[in-house]
């Protein structure tokens, strides 16, 4: 049996696709091809799950050759958009075309409806459903069932980072201080005030867009040292690997660091765990390692499902209610739990 799963972005979505999978492969024997953006292949590239990754620039077209020829017994469908539906179009209509029998098309429930109403009328119909669960449930009729074990990322040993070769401490909390929304993220000055509080070795984690930011809370701050933008995706993710604890925003790298079973305190600004992008992790005992901080009781929160360059509202307060000191005690908290 040969499989296409596809997810074409971002980081969290994507590395939210391992347990599909892993559990594909395990459960079934199947060769697993996974088609995403070129941007995100070093996400998958070293997955030994995966047999090919299939990457895109901008449209499907530019492999469609390619896949219509390797004749997939299934489509994992993870993203549900309209590329995917003019890439089912194509196989669908060509396979008929040229009489091969067209593979069978499993797509994940985005509840799109349901996050609506949450959003705009503040009716909660959200399932109270991992979106990992949401995205197994598609590969439900190919015999495949949730193993338990999480996610998974596999670090390319060309990004592995050597602490002493790069002048990094050997322990400290990666502090992953982007989003790719301002409403999902803390002030430059409360995320200043929460590294002063924190008696702590810190590295602030980002990409190079993030680099000015980190710089502006590191200065001054003995104990803070700003890697933004110094390493590959698979450095970032090694940094993570290698924490004691992790403090993110509701981003991408908080999927990587539960991938590797990191103590974890979320963040959480405009949007909230209720839409299933919760750090997700295997058993109980990880579960005790995870915090949340969020602003419980505002009327206006979600006002997106995704998040805004600035509060439609004006008043920001999902995210300037957020007391520093609250946040470095958890953060300390998880640290000290951590060393016993």
Excluded at 148 to 169: C, M, Q, R
Excluded at 245 to 252: E, I, M, R, W, Y
Excluded at 272 to 291: H, N, S, T, V
């Amino acid at each position: 049996m040969k499989v296409l799963i596809i997810r074409f972005s971002s980081i969290g979505d994507i590395v939210l696709t391992t347990p599909v999978i892993r559990c594909l492969s395990e459960q079934t024997g199947a060769e697993i091809h996974f088609l995403t953006k070129v941007g995100f292949a070093s996400l998958l590239s070293a997955n030994p799950y995966i047999s090919k990754l299939w990457t895109i620039e901008k449209e499907v077209t530019e492999v469609l050759p390619g896949l219509l020829a390797e004749a997939y017994n299934h489509v994992i469908d993870l993203h549900a958009n309209l590329r995917t539906l003019a890439l089912r179009t194509q196989l669908f209509s060509r396979n008929t075309l040229h009489r091969r029998p067209r593979p069978k098309w499993h797509s994940f429930d985005k509840l799109n409806l349901e996050k609506y109403l949450l959003v705009n009328v503040k009716i909660n119909r959200l399932p109270d459903l991992h979106i990992v669960d949401r995205y197994l449930a598609a590969a439900k009729k190919l015999g495949v069932s949730n193993d338990g074990n999480g996610l998974d990322y596999f670090i390319p040993e060309s990004e592995k980072v050597t602490l002493a070769e790069e002048n990094l401490p050997a322990n400290y909390l990666a502090f992953v201080i982007g989003a790719a929304h301002a409403t999902k993220r803390l002030t430059v000055a409360q995320m200043t005030a929460f590294c002063a509080l924190l008696p702590y070795p810190i590295l602030l984690l980002g990409g190079p867009a993030e680099r000015e930011t980190g710089d502006q809370i590191a200065e001054g701050l003995t104990n803070v040292t700003n890697v933004c933008g110094r390493f590959k995706l698979g450095g970032s993710a090694d940094i993570i690997r290698q924490a004691q604890a992790v403090v993110s925003h509701d981003t991408g790298m908080m999927h990587v660091a539960a991938a590797f079973r990191k103590p974890i305190l979320s963040i959480w600004g405009n949007t909230i765990p209720a839409f299933g992008m919760y750090p997700y992790l295997p058993d109980q005992a990880l579960l005790e390692k995870e915090r949340r901080e969020e602003v419980k009781g505002l009327s206006c929160r979600p006002c997106s499902k995704i998040g805004y360059q600035q509060c439609p509202r004006g008043h920001f307060r999902c995210i300037k209610d957020q007391s520093p000191t609250t946040l470095a005690a958890a953060a300390m908290n998880l640290l000290q739990a951590e060393e016993k």
